[in-house]
């Protein structure tokens, strides 16, 4: 049974340019979750996808937006890309039943220079 | 706004020894705590969580306690050993489903 996973592993962007991260979620899994993690600092919650469409968000810019595909799969998208944008972004994914238990992905490190 | 606290920033103890990691939250409508352990280059792992109805819950080594009045919660590692060093997260279920996770405790297991 695959876990969550993440792709690209690693990414080296300038300053303006656009980044799609992607994430499978775990086998039977329906809720996908998307964190932002600086360095030496907790996840932050950036928001959620159930069917389709975005659940809850948090306190992040219009410039990050999600979507998610019928296969439960999803992508983060970062436009106008700023240095402070540099962190581990992590996916998590759930049932809608017990949202709260949520499975991480490895994540998946944006270099901003 | 929601909150959640943790202490100590930074943790060092002997093979063997307990740690303790303390946390506070400001939801009072949180009522699912999990714990996330994080090494290296990995995501975080969850490897135990209590619910608001539980006063404490014990896996093997690993022990959470839950003070719901006082709005506190804490994870208890038992004979550390090694590969218990890593970094831990305590996190609260807020109102609308959303998981706040504290700043992080970094555990360093002497050997």
């Known amino acids: 049974d695959a876990g969550v996973t993440q792709s690209p592993t690693h990414l080296i962007k300038t300053r303006g340019q656009q980044v799609t991260l992607r994430c499978s979620p775990k086998?039977?899994?329906?809720?996908v979750s998307w964190y932002q993690q600086a360095l030496g600092q907790g996840p932050q919650f950036i928001f959620q996808?159930?069917?389709?469409?975005?659940?809850q968000r948090g306190n992040f810019p219009d410039r990050f937006s999600g979507h998610q595909f019928p296969n439960y799969s999803s992508e983060l998208n970062v436009n106008a890309l700023l240095l402070g944008d540099s962190a581990l972004y992590l996916c998590?994914?759930?049932?809608?039943?017990?949202?709260?238990?949520?499975?991480f992905g490895p994540g998946t490190r944006l270099t901003v220079t | 706004g929601e909150n959640v606290e943790q202490h100590p920033s930074t943790l060092s103890v002997q093979e063997g020894d307990s740690a303790v990691i303390k946390c506070t939250y400001s939801d009072s409508a949180s009522n699912y705590f999990p714990w996330y352990k994080q090494e290296l280059g990995k995501g975080p792992q969850l490897i135990i969580d209590i619910r608001s109805n539980v006063g404490e819950k014990k896996d093997q080594r690993i022990a959470v306690t839950l003070n719901k009045t006082a709005k506190h919660f804490s994870l208890h590692i038992t004979e550390t050993q090694p590969e218990d060093s890593a970094v831990y997260f305590c996190a609260a279920e807020t109102s609308y489903d959303k998981v706040i996770f504290g700043p992080g405790t970094s555990l360093s297991v002497i050997p």
């Open positions: 086998s039977g899994h329906d809720t």
């Open positions: 996808y159930y069917e389709e469409e975005e659940r």
């Open positions: 998590a994914s759930s049932l809608l039943s017990t949202t709260y238990e949520q499975y």
